[in-house]
């Protein structure tokens, strides 16, 4: 079978595209970006790159770095579209199955091919392009002209798949999958409930993610519960760094920030989740949290907003977790982060339950065939 899947270069379509390698597939990649080059991680995959530039003239990143008004008035005309490049891919290819990854940048620019042809589509969900879609500049008749062509549908979350049901999607459902097709942890790196010095914070703060919050939750946080910790702020908007470095509260306190740009291998990232008594992440729109489920399988205690009521699918407020109702509400975080701190028996609890459901629900070589046997479903299935 020739699976011709769509998406931006992302950590988590990685991880589930590698689920299929030496499945007897072809699997093909239209990065719809072009950015960058091919990637190391899915090197056994055929990776369509390099056809978003007409004319890689000479000096071009000179230009684009020294001159931006410029390059972006060259590049108008000096880019092939998405949907043009998606047609000569798909020509070329002649799959027996597409697999579209989030809405707004990968599905929607290949629906006008898509709507050309029969070939079995399917769409998986991602964050907030269910969710959150108007917010994010999709119209609701381009959702449901999307959900009328995508003849199949995965979701992270029970959610979105009731959404997606009520805005029109009345085809075929697939079921719920984690977004990178399963958690792989190394135990060993998971420690002890009280041998874990480190607060962590998903850093996003980009108008849906709110760190920012976060950050002010901290400085109302009593210092004596703050001693012996260390603060660990990954995957950082600048604006984050901006907030500590004007804040005395939080300059005085031990913070180590990793940049957004900045590369973090996930298997160092899962080490650092081991070692984190809390894993801290707020926003105002997702679907399930990757990040979240893995801080959870690390037995970080996990503290986390809860929009369209889509975390407490894995998170039961005061047990296992602590739900944030209003991510705009610092006192309440603050309120949070001090509850999780004192309580070392809940933590405890907590992380024997969550690295056990997480075992259960979301393991990687548990969910590797399920993952695989879709393909085969879509693929004998007629449309």
């Not at 919050?213 to 702020?233: D, F, G, T």
Request: charge should be positive.
């Amino acid at each position: 079978m020739k699976i011709l899947t769509v998406a931006i270069p992302n950590h988590h379509f990685f991880q589930w595209v590698n689920q299929l390698e030496n499945s007897g597939h072809d699997v093909y990649w239209f990065d719809v970006t072009d950015g960058g080059p091919k990637s190391p991680k899915i090197e056994w995959v055929t990776q369509l790159k390099g056809w978003k530039l007409k004319w890689d003239f000479p000096f071009r990143s000179t230009i684009k770095k020294r001159l931006p008004k410029l390059y972006k008035t060259i590049q108008k005309y000096n880019e092939n579209s998405v949907s043009k490049a998606f047609q000569n891919a798909f020509d070329s290819i002649q799959p027996d199955v597409v697999h579209c990854f989030e809405m707004q940048l990968s599905g929607l620019p290949i629906l006008p091919t898509m709507e050309e042809n029969k070939t079995p589509l399917i769409y998986s969900s991602w964050g907030s392009d269910v969710f959150y879609f108007e917010e994010l500049g999709v119209l609701k008749t381009e959702l449901q002209r999307f959900y009328k062509r995508a003849n199949y549908l995965i979701t992270d979350c029970k959610r979105d798949h009731k959404l997606a049901t009520k805005n029109g999607f009345k085809n075929q459902f697939l079921g719920v999958f984690p977004g990178n097709g399963g958690l792989t942890n190394d135990t060993t790196k998971i420690k002890t409930f009280d041998t874990r010095p480190l607060i962590l914070i998903k850093g996003y703060d980009d108008g849906v993610g709110k760190a920012s919050k976060v950050l002010e939750a901290l400085q109302l946080v009593s210092k004596n519960l703050l001693l012996n910790k260390h603060i660990v702020i990954y995957s950082a908007d600048d604006n984050i760094q901006q907030q500590i470095k004007a804040s005395k509260k939080l300059s005085a306190l031990g913070i180590t920030i990793y940049s957004r740009h900045t590369f973090i291998q996930n298997i160092d990232l899962l080490a650092v989740m081991g070692q984190s008594c809390i894993h801290i992440a707020n926003s105002i729109s997702d679907g399930m949290p990757n990040a979240l489920l893995e801080a959870m399988s690390m037995g970080a205690f996990p503290i986390q907003s809860n929009p369209g009521h889509v975390t407490e699918e894995v998170i039961t407020n005061g047990e296992n977790g602590l739900l944030i109702s209003n991510p705009l509400d610092e006192n309440q975080i603050a309120l949070h982060i001090e509850t999780a701190l004192k309580n070392e028996a809940l933590r405890q609890q907590a992380q024997y339950f969550n690295v056990n459901l997480m075992q259960k629900q979301y393991n990687r070589a548990t969910l590797q065939p399920k993952i695989q046997a879709l393909y085969k479903t879509v693929y004998s299935e007629p449309i």
